[in-house]
């Protein structure tokens, strides 16, 4: 009898722990194949001149695969990688060891979504289902008070709704035992040269942070645990608003090393037994704005970006005073915390959210350049980049996203006295 064999695409969920794609492969199969793709899409310059990934988010996604692809052979296996697009293998592996059935999680970004098309087109012609799966979000779409068509395009109401009706659902476990289809080369993790980025010299964003699961799961450990930054109170006369805390899991988060619902149920552990902390409320929104962001970019797509030619401007950037948003980009704007921050963003790939806020509000409503210049850049930059998070937020600093309704949205007022406070007499630099 022909063995079933299933295919597991890994994509943003470099992670055995709270995996349901990965724990239904291994139940409904007699051996799977993980694969990870080193698409050469995604590290190719855009139309922006920038780049689609930077250096340190390419060092922290090799870290990622590295540490999965180690998590696999403990348990005796491997997992295949390989750089080319997705759908000029898969239906070559698909034939070659006459694979049954392909897994994968489901994006929302658009051209994610694309290539998923590409891969599911190539499938069919092979009678080969592709089969989706929504990991990504804290709650499941199913599991939420309202269908996707009915999902409130204003945060508020979305959280106050989803925080009443829903619920998060427990963790899968991390599978202890795994067969693996037998394959002769499992191929070699690339370099950055190899994926056409230059060797930095440069370490994480906090100089010890490493892509990978085990690395995420220490860092939340250590977090929640009493006597570590999270308890500790914040004070500053610039951002003086609860937003000097920050947790620094985006980038596990965004790769998929950690799953929101681990996080939350962690959260609501170290709730449990250390009691109410302000901050622990700062990383379930956090949590609940990523979804929010995911829902509305499978609600409208592209339609969530309030500007009528959208496609063209990326496609096409609007002209820009080039000089002004280069030295913006280097923080030498001449506006002190706004030179901070870009210069933090630039050496290491993180800034918080606060500051993301005061550098987008300086960029599209003090030099008055357009906010995708900003989020393409940011792109490139930051290791916790994720398309819905990043390009809704900065659709939101410029008023262009659907939750125009809301302060908790963006504060321009806010957002600009914070400017004045640290520099009231600094002109823009042209």
């Known amino acids: 009898m022909k063995s079933k064999k299933i295919l597991v695409w890994f994509r943003n969920d470099l992670r055995l722990h709270d995996n349901e794609m990965l724990v239904e492969a291994i139940a409904k199969s007699d051996c799977i194949l993980p694969i990870y793709f080193f698409d050469p899409r995604y590290f190719e310059s855009t139309s922006f001149e920038t780049e689609k990934t930077g250096a340190r988010r390419a060092q922290f996604l090799l870290e990622s695969v590295l540490a999965l692809r ?76 309202f269908p996707i068509k009915d999902i409130p395009d204003v945060f508020t109401q979305f ?37 056409g980025l230059a060797e930095p010299g440069f370490v994480s964003f906090d100089n010890e942070t490493r892509g990978g699961e085990l690395d995420g799961l220490e860092h939340l450990t250590k977090l929640l645990e009493p006597g570590s930054e999270i308890y500790t109170k914040y004070s500053s006369k610039v951002l003086a608003d609860k937003q000097g805390f920050t947790s620094k899991i985006s980038g596990w988060l965004s790769f998929g090393c950690l799953s929101p619902r681990k996080v939350y149920w962690m959260v609501k552990e170290a709730e449990a037994s250390f009691g109410p902390n302000p901050n622990f409320n700062q990383i379930l929104l956090g949590l609940l704005w ?81 906010w995708t210049i900003g989020a393409a850049y940011f792109e490139e930059k930051l290791i916790d980049y994720a398309p819905a998070s990043n390009w809704g937020n900065w659709a939101n600093v410029a008023g262009a996203g659907l939750d125009l309704k809301s302060k908790n949205t963006f504060d321009l007022d806010k957002q600009m006295k914070i400017l004045d406070v640290v520099s009231p007499d600094t002109a823009p630099v042209a």
């Open 290 to 370: 990523r979804d929010y962001f995911r829902f509305m970019f499978k609600k409208h797509g592209i339609k969530f970006f309030q500007e009528p030619d959208f496609e063209e401007m990326i496609l096409s950037p609007v002209e820009v005073d080039v000089a002004q948003v280069k030295k913006w980009k280097n923080g030498e704007t001449g506006h002190l915390l706004v030179d901070k921050y870009m210069k933090e963003l630039n050496d290491s790939g993180f800034i918080p959210h606060a500051a993301r806020l005061v550098v987008a509000t300086f960029l599209i409503h003090v030099l008055k350049v357009h």
């Open 70 to 145: 180690t998590a696999f052979q403990k348990l005796g296996g491997d997992i295949l990688l390989i750089q080319g697009k997705p759908e000029e293998h898969i239906p070559i592996i698909v034939e070659q060891l006459e694979i049954s059935e392909v897994y994968h999680h489901r994006e929302v970004g658009p051209e994610e979504t694309l290539v998923s098309g590409y891969v599911e087109d190539a499938l069919w012609k092979q009678r080969v289902n592709l089969k989706h799966f929504i990991g990504h979000t804290l709650y499941n779409k199913e599991d939420l008070p």
């Open 159 to 195: 959280k106050k709704k989803t925080e009443r009706d829903a619920i998060v659902k427990s963790c899968f476990e991390s599978p202890l035992e795994i067969t693996f289809a037998e394959n002769e080369n499992w191929g070699a993790l690339p370099s950055l040269l190899e994926l």
